[in-house]
C-alpha cells in the first residue's frame, strides 16, 4: 500500500464516502464526505479492508502505518487508542490512565485526552469510536454508526 493519492469509496452502510489520503506508505487522513474529492480513485487495498469492516468482519487497523503529524502527546494518546480491541471501549479516563506520562485524575490531561480523539486525522483507522464518552473527529452519525457495528 505505497500509492500516494487521494482514494474514495462509497459506503452504503455509511450512507457518505469513505476518502483516504495516502503517502509515503501511510495514511495521512481518513474522512467521510458527502461527495469525494475530484479525480479520487476508488481502488487501493486500504478501502477493500474498510469495506470488509463495514460488512461485519473484525478487521483489525493496527498495523496499518499511520502519519500522525501532531504534538507527539497527542500522538501518544492515538497510538493508545489504536490498542483497544474491536468491540470494545474505554472512557476518556481510563484512556488518559493508558497512556504514558497522563495522570487520569488531572484536568489537563483529560483535556488532552478530548483534544487528541477529537483532532485525529484518521478516525477509524485510528478508533476513536470506541472511547465512549470523547469526541470522534467523525461526523456524530458516522461515529454511531461504527459503535452500532462493534456492539458499542
Not at 61 to 68: I, Y
Request: charged content about 30%; proline content about 8%.
Amino acid at each position: 500500500m505505497d500509492d500516494a493519492g487521494i482514494y474514495a469509496r462509497e459506503s452504503g452502510y455509511l450512507d457518505r464516502y469513505i476518502q483516504v489520503g495516502y503517502a509515503s506508505g501511510k495514511v495521512l487522513s481518513v474522512s467521510f464526505p458527502a461527495e469525494p474529492d475530484e479525480g479520487a480513485e476508488a481502488d487501493h487495498p486500504l478501502l477493500d479492508r474498510i469495506d470488509a469492516y463495514l460488512e461485519g468482519e473484525q478487521v483489525d487497523f493496527s498495523e496499518v502505518e499511520v502519519a500522525l503529524t501532531m504534538p507527539t502527546d497527542q500522538r501518544t494518546v492515538l497510538e493508545k487508542v489504536r490498542e483497544i480491541p474491536y468491540g470494545e471501549q474505554v472512557s476518556v479516563e481510563k484512556l488518559a490512565t493508558m497512556t504514558p506520562g497522563l495522570n487520569a485524575e488531572e484536568m489537563d490531561d483529560l483535556q488532552l485526552v478530548r483534544t487528541a480523539l477529537d483532532e485525529n486525522p484518521t478516525p477509524l483507522v485510528v478508533p476513536d469510536h470506541r472511547v465512549r464518552d470523547g469526541p470522534s473527529a467523525a461526523p456524530p452519525e458516522i461515529e454511531q454508526r461504527l459503535r452500532s457495528l462493534e456492539g458499542l
